[in-house]
């Protein structure tokens, strides 16, 4: 018998005996053995205006913060309460008395997922954040982690309805 390590696990090989390359998986910490699969649904922001806070940034920008949930539907099924901060491209007196997406911006989101992934029960820290085009066009990034895991790419509109599509792991 010969031995040979794979996945930095030692085997014992029969001599002549062929040797087929594992395939690979990559394995996920807290997988408990699902591998991530295709994720796609719709999101919808939903801002809570009375908590609004602006504050300028130099003479040009502002910064807004504003408590907000995240609705998905599809693979991941559910809602997520938090936080979203943005950087407009508009000084603050303007950038209040427009519309979402008016200006341009950068915005990020933090808040728990609570819901389900896949159809099982979840929980996650959740992030999305990206980029506003004057005019209202977005596209972010979208993640769950420290629970259920997934990562996607978001079309939508500012503080509008969109889609996700990415990979998910319950």
């Known amino acids: 018998m010969a031995s040979v390590t794979l996945a930095g696990a030692l085997c014992a090989v029969a001599p002549g005996a062929a040797v087929a390359a594992p395939q690979r998986t990559t394995p996920i910490a807290g997988s408990a053995g699902f591998a991530a699969t295709r994720a796609q649904g719709t999101i919808a922001v939903e801002l809570d205006g009375s908590t609004l806070t602006a504050t ?3 003479s040009r920008a502002c910064r807004l913060r504003v408590d907000a949930t ?3 539907t599809g693979t991941l099924a559910g809602s ?3 936080i979203t901060t943005a950087i407009i491209d508009a000084p603050c007196d303007q950038a209040l008395a427009t519309p979402p997406g008016t200006f341009a911006d950068v915005f990020q989101f933090t808040g728990t997922f609570t819901g389900t992934v896949h159809g099982r029960t979840a929980i996650a820290h959740t ?5 506003t085009r004057a005019g209202g066009q977005v596209t972010a990034g979208l993640a769950l ?3 259920a895991s997934a990562a ?3 079309k939508a509109k500012a503080a509008g309805v969109g889609t996700y599509q990415g990979h998910a792991l319950p």
Do not use: T
């Not at 992030?127 to 980029?131: D, K, L």
């Open 56 to 58: 300028p940034v130099g």
């Open 70 to 72: 995240l609705r998905l």
């Open 80 to 82: 997520a309460p938090g």
């Open 127 to 131: 992030s999305y954040a990206g980029v």
């Open 145 to 147: 982690h420290g629970g």
């Open 152 to 154: 996607a790419l978001v």
